[in-house]
């Protein structure tokens, strides 16, 4: 019990986790430390087998559920002791979130008198580092109604922040005006965003924009470790409405029409969530749901502004093909080299190239006369490709693979090489085999009438093209992410 439990745990998950435990704390985030659903069950398996539990069998999700040493130690000290547990449910944890964190968004103390700068404004953005916000950024920067853009990373030092910013654009190939860039190491969930007050001071006296696009992509988190991710969306709210003028700042977040796909429904509005049956098993979606839940309520307790981005599959952009490597689409592409197969599917995918998304978010941004709080489903509207256009377009661009059924690939994905770094699809095949599973439906169609009023470059987003496939290939064949 106690410190000996916990010093047991730290030494069960360190050796599970091997090299990669040098710098593990028993307060950290064991899957935002890289832990992923191999180690989770092996974490498992040797508490079940190395403690005495009193006979009690722990859920095959613990390490998910307490997804740190500590927290870890707290539960089994509970079991241990026979303590009756109630064991939450999702839906009931993404509802206490909402309740916990819109607490923490505190009611507007200023009362500015200067109108918000619509022709000089002052944005805080976070993501920068990440695909979806260079392209923001560029976009951002290039306006001549943005005076400044604030760029908010995790680095070591400002230096380093603005390094990772710069990095990123370089390597996504888009143009920043660094004449208006500044970049902060920060930490969103601290207090003063884990900068110091006079920072944090000068940052309220002019902020006019809080864009949080910053999030873990990680499909493996439960929505307990998404708990800081809504704090710090809480915090960059009050930012917000910590702002000088006769009107708080507008707060944009980042979300995922994930939150909206368990929905029975065939389509999905531009609106809230109305249940929490709505989004989807992951805690990435639930995360998100919380989020859009809490802009609302912020909303409404507060008067902030909100938009509500509810962001689709991104594919990468329309000049240089560029898409993130550690994601599940590309990861699904890279198999037809691994295992030789794709899956054919019925369906018309509604993929963004991620430059048209970040256009059509900076008009978003732009907008005066938008309304004050709102959702935008930020998809592709143009869903002429087919899935079956795709597969022949990455054959046609010289890829040789068999075309398989979705059940034959998710079976050959799981007698294929087992080690991640030399097959990295196989990180998400329990992802896959959920979604190709007997709940494989054809997709929601998301509504974007209210959002091409706002947003137009939305609509005049291309369909995916066979170039636009070739783009894609043609730059991983460039990093050596496919082969063939
Ligand atoms: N990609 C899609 O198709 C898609 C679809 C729907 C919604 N979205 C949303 O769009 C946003 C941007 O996604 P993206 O495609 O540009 O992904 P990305 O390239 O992986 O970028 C993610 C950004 O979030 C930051 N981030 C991740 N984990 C963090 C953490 N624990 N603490 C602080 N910052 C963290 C990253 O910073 P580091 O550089 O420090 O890691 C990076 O700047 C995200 O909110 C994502 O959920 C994306």
Same mark, same amino acid.
């Given at each position: 019990t106690g410190p000996a439990l916990e010093d047991y745990l730290f030494e069960t998950v360190s050796a599970v986790l091997g090299a990669h435990a040098t710098n593990l704390t028993r307060a950290a985030d064991l899957f935002a430390f890289g832990v992923d659903s191999l180690n989770a069950s092996r974490i498992h398996n040797r508490i079940q087998q190395g403690l005495d539990l009193g006979g009690q069998h722990l859920s095959s999700t613990v390490v998910y559920e307490h997804p740190s040493v500590k927290k870890l130690a707290a539960y089994i000290e509970q079991v241990q002791s026979g303590e009756a547990v109630h064991k939450k449910t999702d839906q009931e944890k993404m509802l206490g979130y909402v309740e916990k964190w819109l607490a923490a968004v505190k009611p507007r103390s200023t009362t500015g008198e200067p109108a918000k700068p619509v022709d000089a404004r002052v944005v805080v953005l976070t993501g920068a580092t990440g695909s979806l916000g260079a392209h923001i950024l560029a976009y951002l920067t290039a306006s001549s109604s943005v005076r400044k853009v604030v760029c908010l990373s995790r680095a070591k030092s400002h230096q380093d922040s603005l390094e990772r910013v710069r990095e990123s654009a370089v390597l996504r190939q888009v143009q920043i005006d660094e004449s208006k860039l500044v970049s902060y190491s920060s930490t969103v969930q601290a207090p003063f965003l884990g900068l110091t007050e006079e920072q944090y001071e000068s940052l309220r006296s002019e902020v006019t924009d809080v864009i949080h696009n910053a999030w873990p992509v990680n499909f493996v988190m439960n929505v307990d470790s998404f708990d800081e991710h809504i704090g710090g969306s809480a915090n960059l709210m009050n930012l917000a409405l910590e702002a000088p003028w006769s009107e708080p700042a507008t707060f944009l977040f980042s979300s995922s029409i994930s939150c909206r796909m368990a929905s029975p429904d065939k389509y999905a509005g531009e609106d809230f969530p109305p249940t929490t049956a709505t989004a989807a098993g992951t805690g990435y979606a639930q995360g998100k749901w919380v989020v859009e839940k809490l802009s609302e309520a912020a909303a409404e307790k507060t008067g902030l502004p909100v938009a509500v981005l509810r962001i689709g599959q991104m594919s990468g952009d329309t000049s240089c093909g560029i898409w993130n490597e550690t994601e599940a689409w590309p990861l699904l592409i890279r198999s037809a080299n691994a295992i030789g197969a794709l899956p054919v599917v019925d369906e018309n995918p509604s993929w963004l190239p991620v430059d048209y998304a970040g256009e059509a978010i900076a008009e978003i941004v732009f907008n005066t006369s938008k309304p004050a709080s709102a959702v935008y @489903?930020?998809? @592709?509207? @143009?869903?002429?490709?087919k899935w079956t256009d795709l597969i022949d377009w990455i054959e046609a661009a010289g890829v040789k693979f068999d075309k398989v059924d979705p059940a034959t690939w998710v079976e050959r994905l799981a007698n294929s090489e087992q080690d991640p770094a030399k097959n990295p699809t196989v990180k998400l095949l329990g992802f896959f085999r959920e979604f190709y599973g007997p709940a494989f439906r054809q997709p929601i169609i998301f509504k974007t009438e209210e959002t091409l009023k706002w947003g137009p470059a939305l609509g005049r987003t291309p369909p995916i093209t066979k170039d636009i496939v070739a783009k894609w290939i043609g730059h991983w064949r460039k990093t050596g992410f496919m082969t063939n």
């Open positions: @489903n930020i998809v @592709n509207p @143009n869903t002429e490709t």
